[in-house]
Every structure is written in C-alpha cells, then in structure tokens.
C-alpha cells in the first residue's frame, strides 16, 4: 500500500497489515488463534505462532480498497456467525484506524474448530 503526503511518501507493506490484522484477530472472543491458509497439507489446522500471522492472512490491494482473507480456529461451544461477525468488524475497525484505509471485504474463513480446556 502506497500513499503520498506533503512531507513525502508512504509505503506499508502487506506482512504488516497482515500482522496488524492478526493481532486484531487474536484479540477477539471466541477465536483461538490464526490458522495457515494451506490447511488441508495434513488435514489438521495448525495453530500459527504470533510472528506467523501473515501466513494466515492475504492481503489483496485493488483499486477500491483492500480484501482480506482471514483464516482462523474459533472455540469449541461459541455461536461461529457471531464470532465471525465480531472479527470482521473488529478487524474493520483497528485497520482503519491505524492505516486509515477503505476495506473492500473481510472474510473469515473458519479452517477448525478447538476445545479449550
């Protein structure tokens, strides 16, 4: 993502909204953690360590604003419309805030389901 001040320009890249999204991600009810977007190598979801969140996240730039793919492990026991829905909109609005960006789409793509103890 690219953006020009008077001062000069802007670049972000996409590991960093990909991380920044992650870290949204996790912070939200119902989700375990990040799952990598390549799932079915093993047939199980594994679970991604903080500094590979962007490995379950792409990123997509296009003229109107950006998508993006969010793959995730929700709770075992928790209502996945809603908790899918309040991860899009969390995800929405700390994004927007920090990069101040238009969001084309957010989608959530549900790799597994984990009980927690």
């Known amino acids: 993502m690219r953006s020009t001040t008077q001062l ?3 670049s972000i890249s996409t590991e960093a909204i990909a991380s920044l999204a ?4 996790s912070e939200c009810y119902g989700i375990v953690g990040m799952a990598s977007k390549k799932f079915f190598r093993d ?3 594994v679970l991604l360590k903080q500094e590979n969140y962007s490995k379950g996240i792409v990123v997509e730039q296009s003229d109107d604003g ?3 793919d969010l793959y995730v492990i929700v ?5 996945i419309t809603n908790v ?3 991860l899009q909109e ?3 609005y700390e994004l927007g805030k920090a990069l101040d960006v238009d ?6 793509f549900v790799q597994g389901v984990k009980v927690i103890d």
């Open 22 to 25: 992650g870290n949204a991600a």
């Open 43 to 45: 047939g199980l979801a």
């Open 75 to 79: 709770c075992y026991g928790v209502s």
């Open 8 to 10: 000069g320009d802007i």
């Open 66 to 68: 950006l998508r993006l």
């Open 90 to 92: 969390k995800v929405r």
């Open 84 to 86: 899918c829905h309040e």
């Open 103 to 108: 969001f084309k789409s957010v989608n959530v």
